[in-house]
């Protein structure tokens, strides 16, 4: 990869990296940044050991997915990131991808810049990575990249690349209501997106569309104090993990619940494949899979997948408190459930072992590498 990142200050090389290539007079092409700089913020919330989170947080959230794909017919892997200009925390909503056979990748573009964005868009000081984009490749190959509002007070953005596998320019599709935004193409049906509206706290919905322009209604299935989900997509079906905020208070977050569709939203099976009713309006429901309430234990979910017997395996961390801690002073550990175990990053070899791809600062809150089989 240092080649790739040298290899972005040569314009002249980047001029071949796409076939849609657009000259930098083009006015109708997005901008480029001239590097690779991720969004720094910091929360505020400061604790003994230091803030509850800040530093770089270019793919933050662990609700924002995917945030990279590998695309066959083109050997690129695309992905988004927080962005920023140098010498300002000024958020930019970015795009790029890894040329795998050349070894390199291209400048990244802006996809969305508050600060420059058409009004009522517009606004000067983001720099919240709340706001990070996720994104998802269509049938044809067009690149659609969703960014994420934030509360109720800024709207999620939705933009499509103009020509297949190419970044090079975008246009604005939709402006509404939706946070932590997570689309998932099911090939031959369309695009389900599943979102958190801010409708009675953190409730979440989903919604279909067969092309990206025209949009079911944003459908509630789970709204009962509030709640963080990581979803994924296995074959045709799409699996959702999510928590709850008792009462509304995201730092009392508990409990593990588990769905699937197979319909793109339109039905829902718990873990033991039964039919639910949506929406869960109350926090004890068939979608439980674990009851760290009682245990009085915070969760904090990372990732989901399915085993080779199609069993969800979740990744989650556990806890007593909502700041980091060191372990000495505060019980803390990575879980993978038997019954629901997911890792957008810890894929299964052969052997049947999980390698989870984490950081290994030994800090509360924070996962350890290691294997489980």
Same mark, same amino acid.
């Given at each position: ?38 969004? #720094?913020? %910091? ?8 803030? +509850? =989170?800040?530093? *770089?947080?270019?793919? &933050? ?123 998932? #193409?099911? %090939? ?8 958190? +509206? =801010?409708?009675? *706290?953190?409730?979440? &919905? ?126 803390r550990g990575a879980f993978l459930f038997p019954l629901v175990p997911k890792t957008r990053s810890f894929p299964w070899s052969p052997s049947s072992a999980w390698e989870p791809i984490a950081s290994t600062l030994r800090v509360g809150w924070q996962t350890s ?5």
């Amino acid at each position: 990869m240092r080649n790739a990142l040298a290899a972005c200050a040569i314009v002249a090389v980047l001029s071949s990296l796409c076939p849609c290539f657009v000259r930098a007079d083009d006015a109708a092409a997005n901008p480029k940044e001239d590097g690779y700089r991720g969004i #720094w913020f %910091e929360l505020g919330q400061k604790g003994k050991f230091g803030d +509850k =989170y800040s530093g *770089g947080l270019g793919t &933050y959230t662990a609700n924002h997915a995917p945030m990279a794909i590998y695309a066959k017919d083109v050997n690129k892997t695309f992905f988004v990131f927080g962005g920023a200009k140098e010498g300002k925390q000024i958020l930019q909503a970015m795009v790029s991808y890894y040329d795998h056979e050349r070894d390199l990748v291209p400048r990244p573009t802006v996809v969305h810049d508050w600060q420059t964005a058409d009004p009522p868009l517009r606004e000067p000081n983001v720099n919240d990575p709340h706001d990070n984009p996720s994104l998802c490749i269509d049938g044809e190959g067009y690149v659609w990249i969703f960014v994420s509002g934030r509360n109720c007070f800024r709207l999620g953005l939705l933009y499509r690349g103009t020509k297949p596998y190419c970044i090079e320019k975008f246009e604005l599709v939709r402006a509404w209501e939706a946070t932590y935004p997570q689309p998932w #193409w099911i %090939e031959s049906r369309g695009l389900l997106l599943l979102f958190t +509206k =801010y409708t009675a *706290g953190r409730e979440l &919905y989903w919604s279909f569309s067969r092309n990206g322009t025209r949009w079911s209604n944003d459908n509630c299935f789970a709204g009962f104090g509030g709640h963080y989900q990581s979803s994924s997509l296995i074959g045709g079906s799409v699996i959702t993990a999510f928590n709850v905020h008792p009462a509304g208070k995201l730092d009392e977050r508990t409990n593990l619940y588990y769905l699937r569709t197979d319909d793109c939203g339109r039905t829902w099976k718990n873990v033991r494949g039964k039919a639910v009713q949506t929406p869960f309006d109350r926090i004890d429901n068939s979608a439980v899979v674990r009851d760290y309430l009682s245990e009085k234990r915070l969760v904090y979910i990372h990732d989901l997948n399915l085993d080779r017997q199609g069993r969800p395996l979740i990744l989650n961390t556990t806890g007593g408190v909502k700041m980091p801690q060191f372990p000495r002073e505060r019980s803390r550990g990575a879980f993978l459930f038997p019954l629901v175990p997911k890792t957008r990053s810890f894929p299964w070899s052969p052997s049947s072992a999980w390698e989870p791809i984490a950081s290994t600062l030994r800090v509360g809150w924070q996962t350890s590498l290691a294997k489980f089989g």
